[in-house]
């Protein structure tokens, strides 16, 4: 009978293309009527039961191609034409577009145990035709074994994900609840971020473990570099979306057809497959090959690098520049510091040293006046005791009652007497009444020591007088050479190098080729002037361009208000308020030309250049401007 048994099983496995060792591997059918035999030959009188199948479980299903596959079943139907149940089931693993509806004879549908059945009792399988399942020996027990298997597998990978959640759990910072970053451990043992635990204490006096709340005396911590370690291999452990090139790993089917996304929708942006082009969702949509749109896309991102690369060069360039000139400010900030502090402190000497001559000079004058006064009123209190003590033996002399003693010496008592009165009469009492010299202390001070401290400013105003040899013929000099105004008619001056030919200016007469030094000029109300400093070799003939190429440094003023610092290009001037005079300052060695409102010494305009050659100061009174503009330019000696 063993023997019968096992060519039926042969023969039904062949009726279902599949071979011993896969129905091995099938799970066992349990029969509900079967009992464990002694190796008899069994009853056939056992009755199948309908068992039901569950919406969402999972069988083994016997495909069109006659292959089993495990299979989910999602719906059921009733086919009325066929009088029968189907199901509609996806096989696990497979694309979607396989899905099928079968009839519930291709279900490999394992049937209950029931009480008292042998545990280790051979295990049915349905056949094609839904005939009675077949019998398999006690002996056969590999397929148990290799479920037992199996289960234990996942058993142990369910415990690796459990045991891996709660490794998790101990990397995560208690205070922003993910995966520690940078973690340091604080003195009670307990971890957290660095970024986390400097929040939770800043600005507070004391602190506090935020987990345990034991008090920390001190402020640290220390890198937990074991932990940081940890922390990167959980990262890059299983559960974690696999990654290529650091970067997570997209999904390479599509989420709606679970169809391999080929092709690129240029209207919508998104990757799409085959299915999604011929849907209306993307009707009359333009599709581009995966390969060719990255080819269209990376040359438009190429068109839009290759500007932003030169950009960034630009950028780089002119943050270089500007780090230099931050850098450059900064030195500048020390340097005029120091110089300032310099000044001042020269400034405060020079003002303690006349404040303590003044103030010697009041002691030593305070002191004679004096002693003076205290040896008179010495003087006169010798007198006052002479005088009283001339009294005193007089009215003794006269109030003695005894007529021989009074009479006694006393034409030579009376002779002493007048000598002493004679004395007290000549010596006098003359009182001394000398004052401290009031126009010296309490007069004008700061006048006195301003007058004395021009010697000692440096620079001072420098007392210019101009060149008339170099003067534009149309230009008219006081006698003194101290101003300059515009004539309507020509001079009949010689000609020769130094004089302007065209240009209406005129140089002063002595020159700069070293050391500070500091000059005004009055401009009034003028509506026209030019103002400035000229190089020995500038060219006087023909129409000059005033500016620092050609050896001009210089400011002017045209039509009344409009203010201009001759730089190449020039530069316009806004002056808060309209300068009576113009101060130009020259620091030969310090390369520096500055010009001011030498009304209130406001800065206007300052230029740098390196000099190598003398620097003559220059006027220009500019055109009558119809009478409005005639008066002169006068220089300032005081």
Request: aromatic fraction near 8%; proline fraction near 4%; charged fraction near 30%.
């Amino acid at each position: 009978m063993a023997s019968v048994a096992q060519l039926d099983v042969s023969s039904e496995l062949e009726k279902k293309d599949v071979s011993p060792e896969e129905a091995e591997n099938e799970e066992p059918m349990d029969d509900d009527d079967e009992e464990n035999d002694d190796g008899g030959d069994g009853d056939d009188g056992d009755v199948e039961e309908d068992v039901t199948v569950q919406i969402g479980s999972t069988y083994s299903c016997k495909r069109q191609d006659g292959s089993f596959h495990d299979a989910e079943v999602m719906k059921t139907r009733m086919n009325k034409q066929l009088g029968r149940e189907e199901f509609f089931v996806h096989y696990v693993g497979l694309n979607r577009r396989q899905n099928e509806w079968v009839e519930k004879t291709r279900l490999v549908i394992p049937k209950p145990v029931k009480e008292g059945q042998a545990a280790n009792s051979a295990t049915p399988e349905v056949t094609e035709d839904g005939k009675a399942p077949l019998k398999r020996k006690n002996e056969e027990s590999t397929p148990d074994a290799k479920k037992v298997k199996v289960d234990a597998e996942h058993d142990s990978s369910t415990n690796s994900a459990m045991a891996s959640g709660d490794f998790a759990e101990e990397l995560t910072c208690l205070l922003c609840s993910e995966l520690f970053k940078d973690p340091v451990m604080v003195d009670c043992g307990h971890n957290f971020c660095r970024n986390c635990i400097d929040k939770a204490w800043d600005g507070q006096e004391s602190f506090t473990c935020p987990d345990c709340k034991e008090v920390i005396t001190d402020k640290k911590y220390t890198t937990n570099r074991a932990l940081a370690n940890l922390v990167k291999k959980t990262v890059g452990t299983a559960g974690s979306p696999a990654k290529v090139n650091g970067k997570p790993k997209l999904a390479e089917n599509c989420p709606e057809h679970d169809e391999r996304l080929k092709l690129y929708c240029k209207d919508d942006g998104i990757l799409s497959c085959v299915i999604c082009r011929d849907s209306l969702k993307h009707a009359s949509h333009n599709f581009l090959p995966i390969l060719d749109a990255v080819g269209v896309y990376r040359t438009e991102l190429s068109t839009i690098v290759a500007p932003l690369e030169e950009a960034l060069k630009v950028t780089e360039q002119l943050t270089d520049q500007q780090q230099e000139k931050v850098e450059q400010h900064k030195s500048n900030v020390s340097e005029y510091r120091l110089h300032i502090e310099s000044e001042f402190e020269k400034l405060h000497a020079f003002l303690k040293e006349q404040e303590e001559k003044v103030l010697e000079n009041l002691k030593e004058q305070g002191e004679n006046l004096l002693k003076e006064m205290e040896a008179n009123m010495v003087k006169m209190q010798e007198n006052q005791d002479n005088i009283k003590q001339t009294i005193t033996m007089t009215s003794e002399r006269a109030n003695d009652t005894d007529s021989i003693s009074f009479l006694t010496g006393i034409k030579s008592f009376i002779e002493k007497c007048q000598e002493q009165q004679k004395d007290v009469m000549v010596a006098g009492n003359t009182l001394l009444s000398k004052d401290l010299c009031q126009g010296t202390f309490k007069g004008p001070i700061q006048y006195a020591v301003w007058k004395q401290m021009r010697s000692f400013i440096q620079p001072y105003l420098s007392p210019m007088m101009l060149d008339p040899s170099t003067a534009h013929p149309n230009l008219v000099l006081s006698d003194r050479l101290t101003s300059v105004k515009y004539g309507d008619n020509k001079l009949s001056v010689l000609d020769n190098p130094k004089r302007f030919s065209q240009c209406i200016l005129v140089l002063g007469s002595e020159g700069f080729d070293s050391g500070r030094h500091y000059w005004e000029v009055e401009v009034g109300d003028k509506t026209a002037w030019d103002v400035g400093m000229a190089s020995e070799s500038s060219n006087r003939k023909g129409k000059i361009k005033l500016n620092p190429k050609n050896g001009y440094w210089a400011i002017w003023l045209r039509n009344g208000d409009a203010y201009k610092a001759l730089e190449s290009p020039s530069r316009t001037l806004i002056l808060n308020a309209k300068p009576k005079r113009i101060g130009v300052y020259v620091d030969y060695e310090g390369g520096q030309i500055s010009f001011y409102n030498a009304d209130d010494m406001t800065a206007i305009y300052t230029f740098t250049a390196t000099f190598t050659e003398k620097l003559y100061p220059y006027l220009s009174p500019f055109l009558h401007d119809s009478g409005r503009n005639s008066d002169p330019l006068r220089l300032v000696h005081s």
